[in-house]
Every structure is written in C-alpha cells, then in structure tokens.
C-alpha cells in the first residue's frame, strides 16, 4: 500500500494518474480487509481464552489483553457532590443521642472479659496479611509478624496517639 500511494504522489503523468490512483484504492481496501480478518482472529483467539482458562492467572493474563480501557462518566457536579457528603456527614440540630441501658440481670462473662494474652496476640499478628497499609502506628504488618512480645508491651506503654 506504501509503495503504491509513493508511486501516486510521484507520478508526473496525467494519464497514469487514474491507473494509479485505482491501484492505491484496491491495496488500501485488502489492508483494510486484512486488518480486519486479524483483528476477528485476536477478538476470537482471546474470547476462547477467557472462555476456556485454566486458572485465575490465565484468565487474568487474557483479559488484560483485551486492552480494555474502564471509561467511567460522572455526570453529578462537584457542588452536588459536596452538598450529599456535607448531609451525610453533618449531626442535625435536633439529634438527641440514645442512652442504652443495661439490664439488670446481665453478668459479665470472665472468658470474653478477660486481657488478652501472649498467645492470642501472637494469632492475631500470624493472621496479618503483608502488604497491606499500616495502621494509626504507621508500622507495617510486616514488621509486626517479626517482632516479639517485648517490643509489643514496649510499643504500647510508649504509644502516644490519639484514639
């Protein structure tokens, strides 16, 4: 198609002009055809992928090759936006809270009441997921898991923050 279209800017001859002109026509329109025919193979090639995948990395690796672009359109304003979350996170003037009342026959249950211990602390930090962002500390996860229960006591009489 290159060279058909070069050879039609290049031509100085009126009478060629027409042959040429048509000989670019045709090589643009079996291109175009072509394009098409391999863009149909990728389309089906890529739908029997996700169909027929074997595990969660395949069918992740065929989707992401389906160069799919989430467009999302918000057609709510910013004002309107900021109006919604202001009433969301406003307290009315007339809000009284609820007192709740315990009742009197309730008895606390010593197992539930009790501090935590070394072990149960230990399971918690065991069951942490790394990678995953800190909390008010700013200490990761993965420093946690490898520390021990000295620097969990230290790190609690010296917190500082807020709660």
């Known amino acids: 198609m290159k060279t058909c279209l070069r050879a039609f800017r290049r031509n100085q001859d009126p009478e060629c002009s027409q042959y040429l002109q048509a000989k670019y026509q045709n090589a643009k329109k079996s291109y175009e055809m072509e394009i098409r025919k391999k863009s149909e193979e990728q389309k089906k090639e890529t739908e029997s992928k996700l169909m027929n995948h074997q595990n ?3 069918f992740w690796s065929a989707f992401k090759s389906l160069n799919y672009v989430l467009r ?4 709510i304003s910013k004002s309107d936006w900021f109006k919604h979350y202001k009433n969301v996170f406003t307290t009315p003037t007339d809000y009284t809270p609820i007192s709740i009342e ?3 026959e309730f008895e606390p249950d010593p ?3 009790a501090e935590f211990n ?5 399971l918690a930090m065991k069951r942490q997921k790394p990678n995953k962002a800190p909390g008010k500390d700013s200490v990761p996860n993965e420093i946690w898991k490898l ?3 000295v620097v969990w006591s230290c790190h609690r009489t010296c917190d500082h923050t807020p709660d």
Do not use: W
């Open 56 to 58: 969660g990395k395949s």
């Open 111 to 113: 197992i539930l009441d």
């Open 72 to 75: 999302i359109i918000n057609i």
């Open 102 to 104: 315990i009742p009197p």
């Open 147 to 149: 520390s021990t229960p």
């Open 118 to 122: 070394v072990f149960e602390v230990k």
